[in-house]
């Protein structure tokens, strides 16, 4: 999503919420149906003011992040992985979608192995 519509996005949502709370202080609040009524209704109205708030506070922090360059490591630095895929009764779809995702992870093809358990009619129907 583009910086620009996130604070449209923002925006939009905190006016949207202004709106309901001053809708929710001016014409919700029973001032005539009893004291046990206008209690309960200020405490709810309490609790969604402050998630609000909680809401001002989290767009707040979301909206300023700065994400750090990543640095760019050449392939004798990696380590060697091994992946292992460990399999009990699945399909043979699924067999071949999950190693054909660990062939193709982002990661030099010279440090990573792959290792599979599978039972051996599974690897006479797959063909990777």
């Not at 922090?61 to 700065?66: D, L």
């Not at 460990?86 to 043979?92: I, R």
């Amino acid at each position: 999503m583009k910086k620009n519509s996130k604070k449209i996005l923002i925006t939009l949502t905190i006016i949207t919420n202004v709106i309901y709370i001053l809708w929710r202080i001016f014409y919700t609040v029973p001032k005539e149906e009893g004291k046990f009524a206008l209690i309960c209704a200020i405490i709810l109205l309490f609790v969604e003011i402050m998630g609000m708030m909680e809401m001002f506070v989290h767009y707040y922090g979301m909206s300023n992040i700065e994400y750090p360059e990543k640095p760019i490591i050449s392939e004798e630095l990696y380590p060697h992985v091994d992946v292992f895929i460990a399999t009990y009764n699945e399909s043979v779809d699924l067999v071949r979608k999950t190693v054909n995702g660990c062939i193709h992870m982002q990661y030099p093809d010279k440090k990573k192995y792959i290792y599979t358990y599978v039972m051996m009619e599974i690897v006479k129907k797959c063909v990777f």
